[in-house]
């Protein structure tokens, strides 16, 4: 089956740190999401992006088909984008997203 | 404003004692998920539904039931909770299959 692998696992930043995380898969990509996990557990979506490159505010994200990848960069980070960040991938429109493993971040003061 | 909503958000349920999760759409979405998020882990999909058409993951245990009456609701049963069922239940849904999914603020079982 369809691999996601992120990385890191974990990463703690200053504020005001930028950070990038990255996803790979190992299939071939129709569907293509980063969603954010705040700590009350709500999963936000934050790009639908099986290709190319998105922003919204502070985020970007940047999905390489050809090179099976995907990387989602956090600027000017503050206290509230403490989370999960989940990359989930799916190789049609007829079969279910596959979660990584998630990056667990953490903005300190 | 269009949303997707669970109750309840917290449910402390027995040993063997069924349980009903309950979700609702106001986004009019055709497709309806159903994912079991335990602590550290990736959300692991249980179901969907694709309008009327149920669709079950292969792995899914027998103890899993779901409803779709309508459009707009989706239920969750646990015929007979076990301890390992105690986790967060998350909704969430898509316009169409492949789309871009909305998850609701979830539900976190308990199991005494």
Redesign the interface.
């Known amino acids: 089956g369809i691999q996601v692998e992120q990385s890191p696992p974990d990463l703690i930043l200053q504020e005001g740190a930028n950070s990038t995380l990255r996803c790979n898969f190992s299939d071939s990509v ?2 293509l ?1 980063w ?1 954010h996990q705040n700590p ?6 934050l790009f ?1 992006i099986p290709s190319g490159t998105k922003q919204n505010g502070r985020l970007s994200a940047t999905t390489v088909a050809t090179e099976r990848y995907s990387l989602l960069y956090i600027s000017s980070s503050q206290t509230t984008d403490s989370g999960v960040y ?1 990359c989930a991938e ?1 190789n ?3 079969t ?2 596959v ?4 990056t667990r971040l953490s903005v300190i003061a | 404003d269009a949303m997707v909503i669970q109750n309840p958000r917290y449910q402390v349920t027995q040993f063997g004692k069924p349980v009903t999760l309950s979700c609702s759409q106001t986004l009019n979405h055709n497709v309806m998920y159903w994912y079991q998020q335990k602590s550290s882990q990736a959300p692991k999909l249980l179901f969907h539904y694709y309008d009327k058409d149920f669709n079950n993951e292969a792995d899914t245990p027998d103890n899993f039931q779901s409803r779709r009456p309508n459009t707009s609701f989706c239920f969750l049963d646990i015929r007979s909770p076990g301890l390992g069922d105690a986790a967060m239940y998350l909704c969430a849904t898509s316009r169409e299959g492949g789309a871009t999914q909305y998850f609701g603020p979830g539900t976190r079982l308990t199991v005494l």
């Not at chain 1, 009350?40 to 979506?45: P, T």
């Not at chain 1, 979660?99 to 998630?102: P, T």
């Open positions: 129709n569907n999401q969603f009350w557990g709500q999963l936000i979506n639908y989940f799916a049609s429109g007829n279910p997203l979660f990584g493993k998630g």
